[in-house]
């Protein structure tokens, strides 16, 4: 599935304010989180629908090109019928039965689907993200089971995007994760912290950002800024002849081979004329903030899907509520079985 970012100008989204209230006032656009576009659908909304509004907005978005009619998930015959007892199908060909969550994300489920909806529009609306004990706070669910889920969602997201390709002007920068250094029981007077101790710590990670200029963001997790890496993620998500923004980081030197490449020495600058990263450096000041302000602490096997989600947030930023929370249902239905999540809190071990 495509992702493509709402790019729409700004007088189509924008209210008008003034600022002051001099002959000099100036005018200013509302934020797209404050307008109307955006307030498309709330919890409020989800509370109101019935379980059998919500079961057909499922058929509707697992069955999208029959309009909602089940199609064998084993023969994709369409000839199928309902036992309604059960909300199961059987297929007039192969004699198999299944539901419409059978074989998703949602497979095996035990919530209701109006409450499936309200646990993704719960994850939707928050821009920053949202930890698994708030979500479950907001909607009734175990904690347990809301962290299972959000991760099935940054699963979901982290699949869909997993073979994105960005062209055109393409800006690039890495960052550092995890491994926090607990301060020492010392006065931090006359004191200067060693810059390089966090990066030898074994648990942090470097999330290497992609983000195209009106375009799609794509995120990968690297051991540290090395060349191979950098070669690796360019070559796999951003097409020959991009023209590539970077840093004076000296990993970033190889690119020239492949790409016309620019780069901003941020000792001297940050910006000139065009060549600048401000837009992954962005990216980074936002999931940092998610880090810091939501989730706290991000493991390093997870940091890849932590960056998924917010790349996905980035590049949806201007699409309206109503829209990000059927996509992400659609894609999860779209999504097979999770091989990672499915029985988490089982005894058996997990990886």
Not at 97 to 121: H, L, M, Y
Not at 309 to 335: C, G, N, P
Request: proline content about 3%; hydrophobic content about 35%.
């Amino acid at each position: 599935m495509a992702f493509p970012v709402a790019t729409r100008p700004a007088e189509e989204y924008n209210a008008i304010i003034y600022d002051g209230d001099g002959p000099e006032m100036r005018k200013q656009g509302t934020h797209f989180l404050k307008s109307a576009r955006r307030a498309t659908w709330s919890l409020w909304r989800v509370a109101e629908m019935t379980e059998e509004e919500a079961y057909e907005r499922f058929l509707k978005h697992r069955w999208p090109r029959t309009a909602g009619q089940p199609v064998c998930r084993f023969c994709k015959c369409e000839r199928c019928y309902t036992i309604t007892t059960r909300r199961i199908f059987k297929c007039s060909a192969c004699r198999r039965t299944f539901s419409v969550t059978a074989g998703t994300q949602f497979n095996s489920r035990k919530i209701t689907f109006k409450r499936i909806i309200a646990e993704i529009t719960t994850f939707v609306l928050n821009a920053k993200g949202i930890s698994a004990i708030h979500a479950s706070r907001t909607v009734g669910l175990n904690t347990k089971t809301s962290f299972i889920f959000n991760h099935k969602i940054r699963e979901t997201i982290a699949i869909k995007r997993g073979d994105l390709v960005l062209s055109g002007e393409v800006e690039q920068d890495a960052a550092y994760y995890g491994g926090h250094v607990r301060p020492g029981n010392t006065g931090r007077e006359g004191l200067r912290p060693d810059k390089k101790q966090p990066k030898k710590l074994p648990k942090k990670r470097a999330v290497f950002v992609m983000r195209e200029r009106g375009g799609n963001t794509v995120t990968r997790v690297i051991e540290s800024e090395t060349t191979e890496e950098i070669l690796a993620a360019n070559a796999k998500h951003v097409a020959p002849g991009s023209v590539i923004y970077t840093d004076e980081h000296k990993a970033y030197g190889a690119l020239h081979a492949r790409y016309k490449t620019y780069h901003v020495n941020h000792r001297l600058e940050y910006v000139n004329g065009r060549i600048h990263t401000n837009g992954a450096e962005g990216f980074h000041s936002r999931m940092r903030r998610a880090e810091i302000g939501v989730y706290h602490r991000i493991s390093s096997h997870l940091l890849g899907l932590y960056s998924a989600e917010m790349a996905y947030r980035e590049d949806r930023r201007r699409v309206d509520d109503a829209s990000q929370v059927w996509e992400v249902i659609e894609m999860m239905l779209a999504t097979p079985v999770s091989r990672v999540w499915t029985g988490r809190w089982q005894k058996t071990a997990w990886c």
